[in-house]
């Protein structure tokens, strides 16, 4: 049975935001050129979310035509698998894509769509599937895990997001770890940061490996979604040398890496 017959079977339905094809531009992947599947809904409140728009699902969703055009089709949420599948293949011209970048909002938020979903664009598009995540969910990331390449995993400071998930955090990569899947972890950091929590995330890291990689994302800075009078600022150029020194001595790999794709005004 074909990939296409398969999926005209499917019933399963999503909520999206937006399909598109970019240049990633964070963590281990930055410059390569993905497909992004852009989820609805997130369960996290990150004071310096960039993805708001992302945490109510939206009636709509906007649709790439060509890859990196921008000629955009509007559809109604949800859509339908078939449909999902349709749009990625359309994107997927030879030679372009690097891999298809699950994002969100928190994907695994669909982790029930995701297992019928990925081994149907898997097998349409032979492109790597990229997991990016707030790193929380773990019960769903077993689901999914099967069909991942890589996975992206966001580690949380209080300081910095609001968000504490120390133990989750520990679970979730010590399952990625288990399952040989390329994972990484990233960190966003601010000039609110608070050094020992960030010692402690690197310890979190390193006692399941320390050869897995760090990278430090230092904000890019905004007004927070959940507080509107509060700016998140980008932290001072000796606080990320510090850091970096301090996460050396726990860790192997600790990379500093701002948000490349908002530098080169891609989506
Ligand atoms: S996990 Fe990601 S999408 Fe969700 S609130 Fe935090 S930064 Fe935003």
Known sequence: ???KTTVTTATTNARLVEVFSAIQGEGLNVGTRQIFIRFALCDLRCHFCDSSNTWNAPTTCRIERYPGLRDFEVYSNPVTLSMLVEWVERQNIPQLHDSISLTGGE??????FLVEFLPQVRSATKLPIYLETGGHRSEQLAMVLPYLDSVGMDFKLESVSGEKRLVEHARFLQL???SQVEVFVKIIVSSST????LKQAAQIVADINPSIPIFLQPVTPLISPTHAEKEIMAPEPDQVLVWQAMM???VKHVRVVPQTHKMLNQL
């Not at 994907?107 to 029930?112: I, K, R, W």
């Open 176 to 178: 990625c770890y288990d």
């Open 107 to 112: 994907p695994l938020l669909h982790a029930s």
């Open 1 to 3: 049975m074909t990939a």
């Open 194 to 197: 608070d050094v020992e929590e």
């Open 248 to 250: 050396k001595r726990i």
